[in-house]
């Protein structure tokens, strides 16, 4: 069964520090376009950063370039979100996304249509 497990989220102050993971597990083998959204308490979800199967290319929101970092590793099937300089507003529960198409280049956001169960980050003032 193929699943995608977040982890990594948790509290911390504004200027801080978190690393996300995101484990693949269940697919067959190959590289695919792979991302991270977020959905605040009442807001609608959206796209942080999104990186493509070889990991050449990567797209993140305005509202987080210079601040987080999106990578993987495609030897140990896991997505990685370095998030630093955190600010409040980054509060919310982050997902980990891929394409079910299993396309490595990516095509969107919309595109990203396969889910994790998500990790919480909470920043503080």
């Known amino acids: 069964q193929v699943q995608l497990v977040e982890s990594g989220g948790g509290s911390v102050q504004a200027g801080g520090s978190l690393r996300l993971t995101c484990a693949a597990s269940?697919?067959?083998?190959?590289?695919?376009?792979m991302g991270w959204f977020r959905q605040a308490p009442g807001e609608q979800r959206e796209g942080v950063a999104r990186i493509s199967g070889s990991g050449s290319s990567a797209y993140y929101a305005d509202s987080v370039k210079g601040r987080f970092t999106i990578s993987r590793d495609n030897t140990k099937n896991r997505l990685l979100l370095q998030m630093d300089s955190l600010k409040p507003e980054d509060t919310g529960m982050y997902y980990c996304a891929a394409d079910r198409s299993l396309r490595p280049s990516c095509f969107g956001w919309s595109a990203l249509d396969w889910w994790g169960q998500g990790t919480q980050v909470t920043v503080s003032s």
């Open positions: 269940g697919f067959t083998g190959g590289s695919y376009c």
